[in-house]
């Protein structure tokens, strides 16, 4: 079975929720450490594909200890990162100063949309405006029951808005460009090293996932036992695997279906 799997080329994982579950210490589970043995030794590459920032998917990854780093970074939701010979990770400029050139615009042309979440925030103890550099960039609430009725209120405000979109997490949402999200740059990176959709294995575990687990970048995406249904739907639909384990030990329990093939 673990000599099969070299055709499985590019690994893209989400972080929290699906490499480490909830609760955790952090750590990375032995299983999936081995399963990232196997593969780097059959010559895989591999895609941590987070919402968080960089410096943040940094700190987790420390703390993670895998049995070796990640080749990139995918942060979030939108930019790329690629492991230099030295250890750190440096940013795919092309696709990442074309993203920001692109979200600069997106902000400037729906000011008018940030501004009315703004003001639905305010209003709201239970929701709070994230600002960077000193722009709203997204929001937190206070539980995922309250995330249903802002994604709704954002989805009625940013109606004429087709550009404007965003990526939800359990209690986090980021404004973004609709041309933007995990599928995106993971398609990017692809193209960059040359591996076709077909080589590729994705796991995620919730709603900001499910442009990379839902066929269209990844032949092979996985899910969790803890997944969102949402995402256990898109990942079924797209032939996928829905393991029975939660968090790391779902991943290499996937894993270990597809080292035999597709499943269908
Ligand atoms: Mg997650």
Known sequence: MFGLMSFLRLFSTDFDGTLIGHPSDGRCLPAFAEVL???RAAGGLW???TGRGLDHALEGLEKFSAPHEPDFLLTSEREIFLRGRDGGYFPHAEWNDLCYARHDRLFEVSAAVVRSICRFAEHSPDVE????DGRPVGLITS???VMEDVAAFIGREAADHPDFSFQRNTVYLRFCHRDYHKGSALGELCQML????SEVFAAGDHFNDIPMLDGRYAAFP???SNAIPEVKRIVAEAGGYVAVRPAADGISE???IFSNGPLS
């Not at 405006?129 to 960077?132: A, D």
């Not at 040359?194 to 959709?197: K, L, M, S, T, Y």
């Open 194 to 197: 040359g591996i076709d959709r």
């Open 37 to 39: 043995r196997r593969h």
């Open 222 to 224: 996985c899910c969790p």
């Open 129 to 132: 405006v994230i600002v960077e």
């Open 143 to 145: 539980g995922e029951h």
């Open 47 to 49: 895609a941590v594909n």
């Open 254 to 256: 996937a894993w270990e």
